[in-house]
């Protein structure tokens, strides 16, 4: 017990003298996540709304099927990652394995269906009401479709965020994709497996603490994005 | 002049018909009232006249062209010519002044705050602007739903239902809005289930029973008719008297 809060009395101090090695997994972390969340952001958003604002044959499957695949495991989608970023396969050749931009493909591809998902979840709790009174006032198909998006707006920012918090809280991609590479592709997770396995507890320590610190600042912007 | 002539139209939703063959003329600059019990189809054919449903057969003429089976492009460039307040409005989720502005703004006229207060003030509710259209009442709301109606000045303004669910004096203002807009020319179709309200505002009243149009007539003749007021269904009272 002595030990664990001798610890975390250490990793603490790791994180107020701003250790450079803290600092660096730390923005390393956060760049390769909140970029991975720009991306599926930018992508997710416009296709979850394409299948909302779309009646087409197969649609309902396809939305189960994107639900399905919230809870896929990390490890899963780092081994089809993997598959098409090695040598051998298809994106081979463009040698993004074991880097950070090969991480965020990774993690992108990890919170596609929760993001889409989450989108067309958040499309349909907008009133159709809305929709006719857009359309009864002379709205544009396309001005209809912001109009929906922007009262669906609380909505689609919890989904960014939660689909921040997926990204930023798995170690499966950023294992099996980054490979862990000390000052290059290791990140709060697979820093804090592989300084736990050595039994540097101070520095897994601080960096969970990290973690949990920006999961808290993420469940509170959440909370008050949903409570307005 | 006849503005919207509606001819043989049905509706039919799965296998319950709402509408059965209705033939109605509209006049310009007249307001036109369609009363009958809750279910007659009043609000199914408000909407079809909007364009936001499709009929199932017959035709609705705008001007002499037939506007059920346009294209999208088309159908934008008639629904701009009308006006919709729907019985529960709902509102945007965001300010009065938004609200009111949204069709004029969906239309590329943006420097129009001058309009948004004339219309404001028209509806009793200036000083509004910066409010939260959520946080308003029922009244409150149909009433800016109104403003935000007439603020693009439409050619025909389709009300279904505007005093339900308010209280007596929301619904006098209301009222004496809708007979300003009369008295400018300005052609109203509005589905009622209020006596005082027809014989008070209406030039012409249809009755609507079972997705019929059973009776059309000035509202002195038709109003006076003592079976106008028992539903041939449950036997009950349509029209309220106040």
């Known amino acids: 017990m002595d030990e664990i809060s001798a610890g975390f009395i250490r990793a603490i101090q790791l994180i107020i003298t701003l250790n450079p090695e803290v600092v660096e997994i730390t923005v390393r972390s956060l ?12 992508v997710d958003i416009p296709i979850g709304g394409l299948i909302e604002f779309h009646d087409f044959r197969g649609k309902r499957a396809l939305i189960n099927l994107i639900q399905t695949f919230y809870s896929i495991p990390t490890v899963t989608v780092g081994l089809l990652v993997y598959l098409l970023l090695s040598r ?5 050749g463009m040698g993004l394995l074991f880097s950070p931009a090969g991480m965020v493909i990774g993690q992108t591809v990890l919170i596609t269906p929760i993001m889409i998902g989450l989108t067309i979840s958040a499309l349909r709790g907008v009133s159709v009401q809305i929709e006719e009174t857009a359309l009864s006032m002379g709205a544009t198909n396309l001005q209809v479709i912001f109009t ?4 669906a707006r609380v909505a689609v920012v919890a989904t960014v965020l939660l689909g921040f918090g997926r990204a930023l809280s798995e170690v ?11 000052g290059y592709t290791r990140v709060l997770t697979t820093a804090i497996s592989l300084e736990t ?21 993420v469940n509170l912007a959440l909370n008050r994005v949903q409570g307005r | 002049m006849v503005l919207i002539e509606i001819r043989g139209l049905f509706k039919s939703f799965g296998l319950s018909e709402i509408l059965r063959g209705i033939n109605l003329d509209v006049e310009e600059g007249r307001v036109l009232a369609l009363i009958g019990p809750t279910g007659s189809g009043k609000t199914t054919l408000l909407r079809l006249i909007d364009l936001l449903d499709k009929p199932t057969e017959g035709n609705i003429f705008f001007n002499g062209y037939d506007i059920c089976y346009l294209s999208s492009k088309e159908k934008l460039k008639i629904r701009r010519k009308m006006g919709m ?4 409005p709902v509102m945007f989720s965001a300010s009065v002044y938004e609200n009111v502005s949204y069709g004029l703004k969906v239309r590329g006229k943006g420097n129009s705050r001058l309009e948004i207060q004339r219309a404001l003030e028209e509806v009793g509710l200036s000083g509004y602007e910066s409010r939260d259209a959520a946080t308003l009442s029922g009244g409150e709301m149909q009433r800016i739903a109104l403003a935000r109606a007439m603020v693009i000045n439409p050619e025909v303004l389709l009300l279904d239902e505007p005093t339900a669910n308010l209280d007596l004096r929301s619904a006098y203002a209301v009222d004496e809005l809708i007979k300003r807009l009369a008295n400018c020319g300005r052609t109203v179709i509005m589905a009622s289930h209020n006596m005082t309200e027809c014989r008070k505002l209406a030039n012409k009243v249809a009755v609507l029973v079972d997705g019929r149009i059973t009776r059309t007539g000035k509202p002195e003749e038709i109003l006076t008719e003592p079976e106008l007021y028992v539903n041939s269904i449950s036997g009950q009272p349509f029209l309220e008297s106040i």
């Open chain 1, 88 to 92: 051998s396969g298809p994106l081979g």
């Open chain 1, 148 to 151: 929906i998006m922007k009262e």
């Open chain 2, 85 to 88: 307040v729907f019985q529960k």
């Open chain 1, 31 to 42: 760049s390769i996540s909140l970029t991975s969340v720009l991306i599926a952001s930018l």
């Open chain 1, 172 to 182: 499966g991609v950023a294992m099996m994709i980054g490979g862990n590479i000390r």
């Open chain 1, 197 to 217: 396995s050595m039994g540097d507890l101070d520095l897994a320590m601080a960096l969970g603490i990290i973690l949990i610190s920006i999961s808290l600042v």
